[in-house]
C-alpha cells in the first residue's frame, strides 16, 4: 500500500511506531524499520549518551529508516534536539508539547518532522511552522493524552491541513488502519500492539498485564495537574487517583509518575508500576514477531479495502 506517507518516508508500509518513553529502544525500532515501518526510539527524559548509543546501535541493525522521538517536557529536550541533527538521524517525531522552536534547525539539517498533537489548532500551527506531517493522536493512547478520540481528531485534523495526517490512539489491527484510512489519515502510529512484540524488550510482567487486559482496564491519571497519562490499573493508578480526590500537592504525583514508568518497564512491578497502554490493549491476546504484526495488519486491511462489501455483508447502492 502506498500512500503520501510511504512517498515522504521511503518506507514500505505506512505505519510507524510509537515513541514510547523508556520502551522504544534500539532493537524494537530496528525491528520495525526491517518490517517495512518507520521505527522509532524514545528520546523520553534519556541521558544523551545513552540516545547517542541507541541512535548507533540502531543504524548498525537496519539499513532502513528510522526515527527518533522528542518528548517535550524533558528536562534535557534541546540537548537531545540537536543529537538528532549531529547523529543524522532521518525522521523526528515529537510528544508532549510545541516543538515549533526546533523546527527551522531541524528542518535545516534535512529531518524529517512529524509533531504528534491532540487538537486541530496545533496541527495548524505545526503544518505552518514546516511540520512534514502531523500523528493526530486520541485520548484512547496509552501514555500522555489530549482529550479527543481519534475517531473526532483524525477527520477534523485531515480537514484543516495538506500535509499528511498519521491516525494514532486505539489502532492495533487491520480494521483500525482501514478505518484510520477512511477518516482522511495516510497512516497509522501504533504503540501498544507494539508491547507485545517478542523485539520489545519489556519485562516480562509488562507484556502479561497488556495480555490481560480488558476493554475497561486503563485509567487516567494526572487529568487535575493538566498532564493526564493513561496507564493499566493497578495500586498505582488508584493511590495516584485518590491524591488526586484529596487535592494533593501535584508536583509530588507528577514526580512519581516519572519515576513509577521505570518501575513498570524495567522491574515489572505490579503494585507500583505505571503500566502506559492503549484502550486497545483489551484487543491483543498474542505475542509475536513485529514483521507478523504489521503484515497482519496491513494484509487486513487491503482484504478489508479490496472486498469490504463481501467480508462485512454489506450491500452497497
Ligand atoms: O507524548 C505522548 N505520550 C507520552 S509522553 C510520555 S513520558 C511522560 N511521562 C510522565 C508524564 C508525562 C509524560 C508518555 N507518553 N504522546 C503525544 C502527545 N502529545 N499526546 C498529547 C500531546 C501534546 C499535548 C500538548 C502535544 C502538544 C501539546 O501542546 C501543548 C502546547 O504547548 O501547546
Known sequence: MKTNLTQLLGIRHPIIQGGMAWIAE???AAAVSNAGGLGLIAGATAPIDY???QIRRTKELTDKPFGVNIMLMSDNAADLAQLVIDEGVPVVTTGAGNPGKYIPAWKEAGIKVIPVIPSVALARRMEHAGADAVVAEG??????????????????????????????????????FAASLMLGAQGIQ???????????????????MVLQAKDTDSAVTGRSTGHPVRQIKNRFTRAILDMELANADPA??????????????????LSDGSFMAGQIAGLIQNICPVKEIIEE??????RLLRNFEEIRGVQIG
Open 26 to 28: 534500539s532493537t524494537l
Open 51 to 53: 540516545l547517542r548509543e
Open 139 to 176: 485520548c484512547e493512547a496509552g501514555g500522555h493524552i489530549g482529550e479527543i478520540t481519534t475517531m473526532c481528531l483524525v477527520p477534523q485534523v485531515a480537514d484543516a491541513v495538506s500535509i499528511p495526517v498519521i491516525a494514532a490512539g486505539g489502532i492495533a489491527d487491520g480494521r483500525g
Open 190 to 208: 501504533v504503540g501498544t500492539r507494539f508491547l507485545a512484540a517478542e523485539e520489545c524488550r519489556i519485562h516480562p510482567n509488562y507484556k502479561d
Open 252 to 269: 509530588a504525583f507528577e514526580q512519581l509518575t516519572v519515576g513509577s514508568l521505570r518501575k513498570a518497564v524495567i522491574d515489572g512491578n
Open 297 to 302: 495488519i496491513v494484509g487486513d486491511a487491503e
